[in-house]
């Protein structure tokens, strides 16, 4: 017989109250772990998550908010758009999607070019004002990597995963159509919406590029600023792709996280530290996995020249400086988190780096590496290269040096020995 939902339901809550106050309320001779485990498996069943997710959710979470988190995905987050300053104003779009039978408002005081729409009686990817090129269809959290990143007039930007170009458009419009915008995507099929939603938009300074973001330094280099918007498990966007909750495991994440540290390193190695008004990466995920964002960050603080920075944004959650057996750089705290429940927009995290220097680390040496708190993980640590190899190296370079010298002389010997014969 299928799962009774209302019965579930109610021994969710009943188990959550006995764990907030275990020592009063629980049942002699029960451990609070046999009330995790019944707790996560009503969980699995009421929301339809695999028990991989939940457990992971449930390292993340304190329970309370656990629930709340749950709860929130199970609604769609609310429609928001961003005006085109390229070709109006803010205001003047508004009064003209209101006149249409649009229900709107200002996204929040965070946001300039934001708006939130409530209902509408026409469809809101097909008005005039959306074919002119007047606004873009764009999830809130996706606003604040490039306000982040805060890129000035006349620089030379890289947007490493552009597709399908809404962070581009808008990094397009806080530079006023100047200098220049790399907007790549590994992949050309999704390029094709990039192409179109630049031309709508009006924006002129950008290059379309089809390139794998870990050759980039490869291609081209010397960039101010970079933004990347990593490939990522979707553990933040669960109310837009259900799916989720059930088609990743372990591999999944550890794979994206491989990815991204290849990603990072490359977009870092694109920066050029000597930029008068940049030398700054952006990166962000729509994953709420600590493994695809922090451990990711820690990950580029120990193989490059670079410090984390303040993202600028005055709202969303510190990121984790310790996860379970995980110690993390302290600088983690100026990342951002940001969740469905607490800030009713998909689930984002941000990082916003400085590189302050062009060279590629080979080894750290004591202090540096206790300084920059290593992890656990053994994949993370940096291991400096032996000291008496280069002597070596060196020594057997003499020798080499020094062989062809005797052969010389052996050589010239046997020629003068020859030359009688000739005669």
Not at 86 to 104: C, E, M
Not at 119 to 127: E, F, K, L, R
Request: glycine share 6%; net charge positive; with cysteine.
């Amino acid at each position: 017989e299928p799962p009774d939902l209302h019965v579930i339901h109610q021994r969710i809550q009943g188990n959550m109250e006995v764990l907030q106050d275990f020592g009063v309320k629980r049942e002699e001779g029960r451990s609070r772990q046999e009330y995790l485990a019944v707790l996560r498996r009503d969980m699995a069943a009421y929301y339809s998550y695999s028990d991989f997710l939940l457990t992971k959710l449930m390292d993340i979470f304190p329970l309370p908010e656990l629930v709340n988190f749950l709860e929130a995905n199970e609604v769609p987050r609310p429609v928001t758009i961003r005006t085109n300053t390229l070709k109006t104003r803010r205001r003047d779009l508004a009064q003209a999607l209101i006149n249409r039978g649009v229900n709107l408002d200002p996204l929040g005081k965070w946001s300039k070019t934001g708006l939130v729409i409530y209902d509408s009686t026409v469809p809101i990817g097909a008005t005039p004002e959306y074919l002119a090129g007047h606004y873009m269809l764009q999830g809130a959290s996706s606003l604040l990597p490039v306000m982040a990143l805060a890129p000035q007039e006349n620089e030379r930007i890289l947007d490493m995963c552009c597709a399908p170009g809404g962070k581009t458009s808008y990094i397009a419009q806080l530079m006023k159509n100047t200098g220049m915008i790399l907007a790549n995507d590994s992949s050309a099929e999704r390029l094709r919406s990039v192409v179109g939603n630049l031309h709508r938009l009006g924006v002129t300074n950008a290059v379309v590029s089809n390139c794998d973001g870990r050759q980039f330094p490869k291609v081209l280099g010397g960039f101010d600023r970079v933004l990347l918007d990593a490939p990522c498990s979707g553990t933040g966007v669960i109310s837009k792709d259900p799916a989720v909750k059930t088609n990743k495991d372990e591999m999944d994440i550890l794979r994206c996280a491989h990815l991204q540290k290849e990603l990072i390193l490359s977009a870092i190695d694109s920066v050029n530290a000597a930029s008068e008004t940049g030398g700054y990466i952006v990166y962000c995920t729509c994953s709420i996995m600590v493994e695809e964002n922090e451990w990711v960050v820690d990950y580029a603080l120990k193989k490059r020249n670079v410090r984390l920075v303040a993202t600028g944004l005055d709202f969303g959650k510190e990121g984790f400086t310790r996860f379970k057996d995980r110690r993390f750089h302290p600088s983690l705290k100026s990342t951002r988190r940001f969740y469905p429940h607490t800030h009713n927009m998909d689930g984002f995290f941000i990082a916003k780096f400085k590189k302050f220097s062009n060279a590629i680390p080979q080894a750290r040496k004591g202090p540096a590496v206790e300084a920059a708190a290593p992890s656990a993980v053994p994949d993370t640590i940096i291991t400096e290269p032996p000291p008496k190899k280069k002597k070596l190296e060196g020594s057997k370079a003499e020798e080499k040096q020094k062989l062809p010298q005797p052969a010389l002389k052996k050589k010239r010997s046997l020629q003068a020995q020859r030359r009688p014969l000739k005669a």
